[in-house]
């Protein structure tokens, strides 16, 4: 009998000492899988813009808190999912802080 179960990507970090005024990718290697769940943790002391195309700006997020997208709340109806793209990437960009910034995601 088939079975869904969950799975967590691997946790990305970035040091906010390192963020700069430019996109940089949280995953370079892509999602390792269709993600239906993303979050990304902004615990640094400044806030960050969040693009999932490396050139616009998507999200923002404030220090000290998260940002979280569940993609199923978002699929249309008749839609069976809606998820991010397998290797997809997301990117970040601000100022340089103290604290670190993480992402994590859920894929079946």
């Known amino acids: 009998m088939a079975k869904n179960s969950v799975k967590a990507t691997i946790l990305s970090t970035l040091a906010s000492?390192?963020?700069?005024?430019?996109?940089?990718?949280?995953?370079?290697d892509?999602?390792?899988?269709?993600v239906f769940f993303?979050?990304?943790?902004?615990?640094?002391t400044e806030p960050i813009f969040v693009s999932y195309d490396?050139?616009?700006?998507?999200?923002y997020v404030r220090a000290g808190s998260d940002l979280e997208v569940s993609t199923q709340s978002?699929?249309?109806?008749?839609?069976?999912?809606?998820?991010?793209?397998?290797y997809?990437?997301?990117?970040?960009k601000g100022a340089a802080g103290t604290g670190t910034i993480?992402?994590?995601?859920?894929?079946?």
């Not at 978002?74 to 397998?86: E, T, V, W």
Request: aromatic share 12%; net charge negative; no cysteine.
């Open 74 to 86: 978002n699929s249309q109806p008749n839609a069976r999912y809606a998820l991010f793209d397998k």
């Open 88 to 92: 997809e990437q997301v990117y970040v």
């Open 17 to 28: 000492s390192s963020v700069l005024t430019t996109y940089q990718s949280l995953n370079p």
């Open 38 to 44: 993303l979050r990304v943790i902004n615990d640094s």
């Open 102 to 108: 993480a992402m994590t995601g859920y894929y079946v």
């Open 54 to 59: 490396g050139v616009n700006n998507h999200d």
């Open 30 to 34: 892509g999602f390792i899988a269709p």
